[in-house]
Structure formats: C-alpha cells, structure tokens
C-alpha cells in the first residue's frame, strides 16, 4: 500500500535589502518549477524591503524582530541577547507552525534568526531543522558565518568568500541565483520592445545607468554631466537616479534622448534595450548584468570593507566589464572612455560574450536541488 508523500515546507531567508531578498525569491521561483506542492514561507522584518518585494512574488512572509548587529561597542550591545531570544522565539513559532524541513538562509538581519533557532546551542529546539547556506557576496557577513558552522550544506557565489576554506572546505560553488525573467532574457528579440516601453529610439547605442536607492549620487552627476558629449556620440541613455536623487539634464536632443526615471520596475526591459551599463557592483547587480551579458562599468561603493570590486572582479578578468574607482568616474571619463565603447560595435559584442560566459545562469535551480535533497532527507 503506498502512501502520499509529505508536502514538503521550506523557509528561506533573506529579508533586508535586495541583496539578500532577490536570491532567496530566485531560488523560491525554481523549487516551484521543481516541485509545485512544495510550501514556502518567508521569513522578515517589518523594516525590511520584503514587506513589498515578497509579498509581489506571490510568497507568505513571517514576520520576526530584526536582530541588527553591532558593529561597535555601543549602549546597543547590552540589549543584543534579548533582542536575540525575542528574534528566536518567534521563528521557532514560524517554524513550527510552518512544520518546516529545511531552512535556506542567505544572510541578513533574519538569518541570525533561523539560524539559531534551528540549529544547536543552548537555543536548540525538541526538533532540529537542517539548514542551507548560501552566501552571495565576495566576504560574508556575520549572519553566514554563524550558519555555515550548523549548516548540512554550504553553498556560495565564489571561493574566498569566507564561508569557503578553512570556515567549510566543503561549501559548494554554485553563483549566485536569479530570477527566471533575468536569466531567460533574449535581448536581441526584446529590444524593440524594450527600447519603445521607454521611449527610446530603435537604432544607435543605449547607455543604462543604475546607482541603487543608495550611492548613486556620483554617477548620476559623472553621467548627466556628460549629457551633451553623448547626444553628440548619437548615444542615448535610460538613467535610473533613485528615488531620493534628481537628474537636470539641460541640454537634450530628440534623436538620443536622455531618459530619467527614479526607479526602474522592468529591469528585464531595461537590461534589453541597452548596450552597455555604468552601475555600482554589489552582489546581485553584477550576477544579472553578467547573466544577461551586458558589457559593464563597474563602480565600487568607495566605502565600506572593499567587497563590491572584489564581487566584479571574475567578470573583469574574463573580459566582461571595466573597474572604475568612484572618483574616477568623472564627466570626462563618461565622455571619452564610456562613449569610446558604446560606439565600438565589435568591442561591444566581445564584451557582452564575455560577460555572459562569466555568469551563472542555472544557479537558482542548483541551489533548489540541493534545498529539496536536504528537505528530503532523514529528520534530525
């Protein structure tokens, strides 16, 4: 007599910002097409970007208390443990009401979380839940660190990341996960499409500029600075500034045009109508522009421990993208070096091979695999 198997219920989190939010939904998006019964459940913060993003996708969120981390010895410090018992707490609620199999984190506020709650230690719940971690970025952050030392499997973009090595010579390579629409993007048959959505002309190269909500101030000055030099190229652009940010362009011409817009919500459209990008380089963004081949700038955040140059670099190396320095990034640097490009066709295609060769397109369905191979095995 056979009997029904199980629902399987997975949690994934990775609430915050889009860094950690973006691969969690990707890998989400592909354990439905791998299994269509299976249950996920995310796991947030009401401060978090995934109060909007998630809820989008089609996804539960669970909400927890945040647990943010101190970085320095501050009054902070002393509420940390209750702050972390209360966090905890209420993911063993999630967990259990959710009957969970397996937790996938990706780092974050809510990682810390799940992953005590799941894992050993004095927090240790009457049932175990194995993990999953996957780490995104060239360094990993404290969240990951504290997972991959409970976690069954390891899995991150690159080697060095620091949950790779010594932390666990077992983790796995896998890139980083992205959304279906990203990685199954064909330019070349979009582009008409994409280049009308935003009222840009079909013929002559497309410069796409994006800062994120945050540090995009020096691009958008570098570039809008440039506006004249590229209308004079016969080079357009679509300029995402951000929300908080404004872009005065002064000098326009109709048959390249300069498109500002504070947010962009079809990134796929904007990603195939352009040529070429000046974008910062954080985890997520450079997996996408590589993804979709897209010849890149690729300018670092000038603070912070110096992980998004170390996140372009393979994609760099390979031919696909060009390392700028934020303060190298000037007017005149857009004027002769990005409009040098953008008019060089057969630099171009190079470039966008190169770039495409670079990433990981299956990464998101690799990682649910593994996530069901685990939820599927024996309970702890």
Do not use: W
């Given at each position: ?28 998006d592909a354990l439905r097409e ?294 190298n990034l000037t007017t005149s ?33 690799q990682v649910a695999r593994i ?10």
């Amino acid at each position: 007599m056979s009997s029904t198997p199980r629902t399987l219920s997975v949690i994934v989190a990775g609430g915050g910002t889009a860094g950690h939010i973006e691969p969690a939904l990707a890998v989400a998006d592909a354990l439905r097409e791998l299994d269509p019964t299976v249950r996920i459940t995310a796991l947030g913060t009401e401060r978090g970007l995934e109060t909007t993003l998630v809820p989008a996708r089609g996804y539960e969120l669970a909400l927890v208390p945040p647990v943010p981390l101190p970085r320095k010895l501050t009054g902070s410090l002393f509420k940390l443990p209750a702050r972390v018992m209360s966090s905890v707490r209420a993911t063993r609620r999630v967990i259990d009401r959710t009957d969970a199999d397996v937790i996938v984190g990706f780092g974050g506020y809510v990682s810390v979380s799940a992953y005590l709650a799941a894992g050993r230690g004095p927090l240790r719940r009457s049932r175990k839940v194995p993990v999953v971690v996957h780490e995104a970025n060239a360094s990993a952050g404290i969240a990951n660190k504290v997972g991959a030392r409970i976690a069954a499997r390891v899995l991150a973009a690159r080697a060095g990341s620091g949950v790779t090595g010594r932390g666990r010579p077992d983790a796995e390579i896998v890139g980083i996960p992205v959304r279906p629409t990203i990685t199954d993007l064909d330019r070349p048959a979009l582009r008409a499409e994409a280049r009308a959505h935003f009222g840009l002309p079909a013929q002559g190269p497309v410069l796409l500029v994006t800062g994120g909500s945050q540090g995009a101030r020096s691009l958008n000055d570098a570039v809008s600075g440039a506006a004249s030099a590229l209308a004079a190229a016969g080079v357009s652009v679509l300029h995402a500034h951000g929300p908080k940010n404004t872009v005065t362009v002064e000098h326009t011409d109709p048959r390249a045009p300069y498109v500002a817009v504070p947010y962009l919500t079809r990134m796929d459209l904007a990603y195939a109508a352009a040529d070429a990008t000046v974008c910062r380089s954080g985890a997520m963004t450079v997996a996408e522009v590589s993804a979709v081949g897209l010849p890149a700038f690729y300018v670092p955040l000038p603070h912070g421990n110096g992980e998004q140059e170390l996140n372009a670099r393979s994609v760099v190396a390979a031919g696909g993208g060009v390392l700028v320095t934020d303060a190298n990034l000037t007017t005149s640097f857009v004027a002769t070096e990005v409009v040098d490009l953008l008019t060089d066709a057969p630099r171009i295609a190079a470039m966008s091979a190169a770039a495409a060769g670079a990433g990981h397109k299956g990464a998101a369905t690799q990682v649910a695999r593994i996530v069901l191979d685990v939820a599927r095995g024996p309970r702890p």
